[in-house]
T-cell receptor
Framework: DAGVTQSPTHLIKTRGQQVTLRCSPKSGHDTVSWYQQALGQGPQFIFQYYEEEERQRGNFPDRFSGHQFPNYSSELNVNALLLGDSALYLC????????????FGNGTRLTVT | GQQVMQIPQYQHVQEGEDFTTYCNSSTTLSNIQWYKQRPGGHPVFLIQLVKSGEVKKQKRLTFQFGEAKKNSSLHITATQTTDVGTYFCAGIYNQGGKLIFGQGTELSVKP
């Protein structure tokens, strides 16, 4: 969607390294969710941020952490990378209204070797 | 648990044929959303269903929400090559809860 910006678009890391992915939400969207999408699978919910705090979390280990800044932009950090972390990481933004549709960025393709 | 199952995983049709994908949950959903992801792209919101038995139409696409709010379907009439992509249902179990995606149905259309 226009306005949801993710960086970088592609990234190659080695097992054990750490990675930071970034997301700038669409104007007016203050809630940011992160999803992991493995090849051929549906997006899996990692966590959601609102008012700079983690509000909800999916079934992901503590190696996955995040942050939201006052301008609503967000970062996803993954420590001690595993081969299985290779996936498309999607940032999804929405206004705070409950059950609002998500607007996705183009994603970051992470490859762990 | 909170899990959304979607079938079929793949569907190959001839252009002009109809297509249907089904979504099921073992527990009642608060609402359900549908997204389309083109090859190499990101999910794009199509529609949201909230009410029991709700039916919504968007041109050749018809979306239904079951009476028990545990299942949903997307039907495309007379498919076109522009319909190619993966269709995901995504359910919410509680107001303001996280959106849980199904595995998706990948549609290919042969001209």
């Amino acid at each position: 969607d226009a306005g949801v910006t993710q960086s970088p678009t592609h990234l190659i890391k080695t097992r054990g390294q750490q990675v930071t992915l970034r997301c700038s939400p669409k104007s007016g969207h203050d809630t940011v969710s992160w999803y992991q999408q493995a090849l051929g699978q549906g997006p899996q919910f990692i966590f959601q941020y609102y008012e700079e705090e983690e509000r909800q979390r999916g079934n992901f280990p503590d190696r996955f952490s995040g942050h939201q800044f006052p301008n609503y932009s967000s970062e996803l950090n993954v420590n001690a990378l595993l081969l299985g972390d290779s996936a498309l990481y999607l940032c999804a933004c929405s206004p705070r209204a409950a059950n609002s549709p998500l607007h996705f960025g183009n994603g970051t393709r992470l490859t762990v070797t | 648990g909170q899990q959304v199952m979607q079938i079929p995983q793949y569907q190959h049709v001839q252009e002009g044929e109809d297509f249907t994908t089904y979504c099921n949950s073992s527990t009642t959903l608060s609402n359900i959303q549908w997204y389309k992801q083109r090859p190499g792209g990101h999910p794009v919101f199509l529609i949201q269903l909230v009410k029991s038995g709700e039916v919504k139409k968007q041109k050749r696409l018809t979306f239904q929400f079951g009476e028990a709010k545990k299942n949903s379907s997307l039907h495309i009439t007379a498919t076109q090559t522009t319909d190619v992509g993966t269709y995901f249902c995504a359910g919410i179990y509680n107001q303001g809860g996280k959106l849980i995606f199904g595995q998706g149905t990948e549609l290919s259309v042969k001209p």
